[in-house]
């Protein structure tokens, strides 16, 4: 065995045994670190694909950014030293047994289909040309996703302002009434 | 490159995540669980791109920049969807979805 491959089982292990304790964990504060832990191995697939930057962009957004929200927000609606409680049999079983039949479904076809890859040269991807291709019109740019990327963040950042914002309309329709 | 792993390893552990994430949204009752269990599946999107991207057409650039835009949308949703949530706990001071059972106010 390669310690590509070595560190390949390392990170797959590592994900699908956190992201099951993340679902099943009966802690709320423990599933959001379980989760961490899932989004910090993803991160390291990334860099084993050879993509740096993108694993950086997990690392700092994801395992930054929103497991910070997330658990800012576990903070704010529920007490730490809560348990749920246990979900029922017969939904776990049908859930389990949606899950596994899609989860089966697909891993045959994947094992099924023949994947041919391009004889093409690949491209050694450097921050320069990322940026490159991020602002240009030409053929190979992607101006227009990033475009509507900048929309859809501003609106959702406005949105989430005025949704989280002190104070109902219930409190000023009476006065207006 | 990746010398010794298949692509196939790739998307049968995306597969397997993604379904771990199914399972974690249909079985879970408090919102923010759910919202876990959503990262968990954009996630596992995220690296099926990669592989392709890699393994496939390592000429190209699509993969790299589909999960950079799925991981800024997953950002922007996650901040609506806390926004939310924390409005749903001030009005109803639970974030229990069977609890949560009317929109007007």
Redesign the interface.
């Known amino acids: 065995m390669t310690i590509n491959q070595v560190m390949f089982v390392l990170f797959s292990v590592m994900i699908i045994v956190f992201s099951v304790l993340t679902v099943t964990s009966r802690r709320i504060l423990r599933a959001a670190v379980y989760l961490l832990f899932v989004l910090v191995s993803t991160a390291g697939l990334y860099f084993m694909l050879n993509f740096q930057f993108l694993a950086a962009v997990q690392l700092t957004l994801y395992a930054g950014g929103i497991v910070v929200l997330i658990i800012f927000s576990i903070l704010l609606t529920s007490h730490i030293s809560q348990k749920f409680e246990p979900v029922g049999w017969k939904k776990s079983l049908f859930s389990a047994l949606a899950a596994m039949a899609g989860a089966i479904i697909t891993i045959i076809t994947i094992l099924d289909f023949k994947f041919s890859a391009t004889a093409e040269a690949a491209r050694e991807i450097d921050m320069r040309l990322i940026g490159k291709s991020l602002l240009s019109v030409e053929y190979d740019g992607y101006v227009l996703p990033f475009e509507v990327i900048s929309i859809l963040l501003i609106a959702a950042m406005v949105a989430a302002i005025v949704i989280a914002k002190k104070g109902g309309p219930k409190k000023t329709e009476t006065q207006t009434l | 490159?990746?010398?010794?792993?298949p692509?196939?390893?790739?998307?049968?552990?995306a597969?397997?995540?993604?379904?771990?994430?199914?399972?974690?949204f249909?079985?879970?009752?408090?919102l923010?669980?759910i919202?876990?269990?959503v990262?968990?599946i954009l996630?596992s999107v995220?690296?099926n791109f990669?592989?392709f991207n890699?393994?496939?057409?390592?000429?190209?650039?699509e993969g790299?920049?589909?999960?950079?835009?799925v991981?800024?949308?997953?950002?922007?949703?996650?901040?609506?969807a806390?926004?939310?949530?924390?409005?749903i706990?001030?009005?109803f001071a639970t974030?229990n979805v069977e609890d949560v059972n009317e929109m007007k106010?």
């Open positions: 490159m990746n010398t010794g792993i692509l196939q390893y790739f998307l049968i552990l597969a397997i995540m993604f379904f771990v994430g199914i399972y974690g249909l079985t879970r009752r408090n923010i669980t919202l876990m269990s990262e968990l996630n995220n690296i990669l592989a890699r393994y496939l057409f390592p000429h190209k650039m790299l920049f589909f999960s950079l835009f991981i800024g949308v997953a950002a922007a949703e996650a901040a609506v806390i926004a939310i949530i924390i409005n706990y001030r009005r974030i106010y």
